[in-house]
């Protein structure tokens, strides 16, 4: 079956309706071809093709010369023999087994044969030791630019729900082998919604508690009755002195670096609807080798830029 049918790109019908129609017109030009190469040239007064004449030059109706005709014997023989060799046909493979997804699938493989065996090496290593390898992070660089920057940012900062990677503020264990294991298998944040769970009050004095943790709020009543709702259900995740759970992924509520906004009316809507955040695992797409660079790769970054701008992320 050939790459364009089993890739779903056609109906198998439309196949068979390509080839039917293909090989027919190809007869039909033989046949056309011999119908007219079997008349004998006729330079009669009644073959002249109506009055047409100009400069001495008149116009028959007869056969194309034969060099002409069999010039068009080959075209088409030539048709007949490359929809024997190649997938033209759509329902046939041809007798080369070319196509263009056994040149990309043997490229592919072409390029793992070169570049596995460097993967390999490096996984052997752990992923603090690779971290500190110059060309395991230019690999890493190319990784994370092809297959992270679109959530994370290219300068790895993320936005507005994609945390921020080098900050050295980690929702789960930013150790090598956390972030490694947060890559290679996914993670999802749940934050439970709590719109019908507490009165709009309760939710607003909450929300002045989390600001009163990280210093900012200016209401001393509402952030008393919010620690109450606070320690009794948002510890369970966050911590009684709110300062996250990294085996939960439930944020640090007091550093004042924020996922999703640090404004009363964003943690407002945080506590009403709740929040769920998705990092998809890489562990089937990408393989434990690359996905063991990443780690590094990201280590490396958060450890080194963390150093040079501790305060980024910070809320407006
Ligand atoms: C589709 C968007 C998306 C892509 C693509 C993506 N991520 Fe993520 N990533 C997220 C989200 C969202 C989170 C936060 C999950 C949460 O809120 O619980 C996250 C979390 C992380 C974390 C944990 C951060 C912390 O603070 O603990 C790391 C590390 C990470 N991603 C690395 C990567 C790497 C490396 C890649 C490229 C292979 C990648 N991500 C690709 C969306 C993405
Ligand atoms: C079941 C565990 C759980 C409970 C209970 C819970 N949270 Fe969360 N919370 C989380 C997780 C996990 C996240 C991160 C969501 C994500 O990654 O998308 C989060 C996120 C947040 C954020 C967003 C932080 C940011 O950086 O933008 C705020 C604010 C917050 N929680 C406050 C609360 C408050 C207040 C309560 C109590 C009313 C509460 N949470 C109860 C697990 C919980």
Redesign the pocket.
């Known amino acids: 079956m050939n790459d364009l049918l089993v890739s779903g790109f056609l109906a198998p019908g439309w196949g068979w309706y390509v080839a039917i129609l293909t090989v027919l017109s190809l007869l039909a030009c033989l046949w056309i071809l011999r119908a007219n190469s079997t008349k004998k040239a006729d330079t009669s007064e009644a073959k002249l093709h109506g009055q047409n004449e100009w400069d001495g030059l008149r116009e028959y109706d007869n056969p194309l010369p034969k060099w002409w005709s069999n010039l068009f014997y080959i075209t088409v023989f030539f048709a007949f023999a490359y929809l024997l060799l190649y997938p033209g046909l759509i329902v046939t493979n041809g007798l080369l087994g070319w196509s263009t997804a056994s040149l990309y699938r043997d490229e592919v493989r072409e390029m793992k044969a070169e570049t596995d065996p460097i993967f390999e090496a490096y996984s052997k290593q752990d992923v603090k030791t690779v971290s500190a390898d110059k060309g395991a992070l230019k690999i890493g660089a190319r ?2 630019q092809t ?6 940012g290219t300068d790895m900062r ?1 936005s507005k ?5 080098v900050d050295n ?6 150790t090598p082998d ?2 490694k294991a ?2 290679l298998e996914g ?4 934050m439970p919604p709590f719109a019908g769970v507490l009165k709009p009050d309760q939710i607003t004095d909450t929300a002045q508690y989390v600001l009163s943790l990280s210093g900012r709020s200016t209401v001393p009543a509402a952030v008393g009755r919010g620690e109450v709702t606070f320690k009794q259900i948002c510890s369970a995740c966050h911590g009684p002195d709110g300062k996250g759970n ?1 085996a939960l ?1 439930a944020p640090n509520l007091t550093d004042d670096i924020w ?1 999703y906004g640090g404004s009363l009316a964003t943690i407002v809507e945080t506590l009403n609807k709740g ?6 695992a ?1 562990k089937d797409t ?1 393989g434990e080798a690359r ?1 063991h660079l ?2 590094a ?2 280590y490396a970054q958060s450890q080194e830029q963390a150093q040079s701008q501790p305060q980024s992320n910070r809320a407006p």
């Open positions: 990784l994370f297959y992270c920057v679109q959530c994370h993320g729900g994609f945390p921020n990677l503020d980690w929702l789960y264990p930013g956390g972030i947060t890559i993670r999802n944040g749940m990294v992924g996922l929040r769920q955040g998705q990092m998809p890489q990408l996905v990443l780690a790769y990201v």
